[in-house]
């Protein structure tokens, strides 16, 4: 299930984790795509619900960030990367 959930939403794409909110903060101005941290949401859920042997952390970061790095677009340029560290902080 979540083999075809990774294969027509999340196309070309490779799991999200800590690095990559930091390497958003840092290139892009703290801004993740909402689509990406949703699709990984529902994966790691399903993946850790089944008993899969994946990590908790690094998805639930990258969740927290973009989801956080959405309200801060929707409030300007300068809170998208506030939002994107804050929201990986309050998740852990």
């Known amino acids: 299930m979540v083999g075809l959930l990774v294969q027509y ?4 794409a490779r799991p999200h ?10 290139l892009h101005g703290g801004r993740i795509p909402l689509k990406e941290g949703i699709v990984a949401g529902f994966g790691t859920i399903i993946s850790i619900g089944s008993g899969a042997s994946v990590g908790r ?8 960030a973009s989801f956080a790095s959405w309200l801060g677009q929707l409030a300007g340029a ?5 939002w994107c560290g804050s929201g990986s902080l309050g998740i852990i």
Not at 17 to 26: F, Q, R, Y
């Open 17 to 26: 984790g800590v690095a990559d909110v930091m390497e958003a903060a840092v």
């Open 78 to 82: 300068y809170f998208a990367r506030l």
């Open 9 to 12: 939403l999340q196309a070309g």
């Open 57 to 64: 952390e690094g998805p639930a970061v990258y969740i927290g």
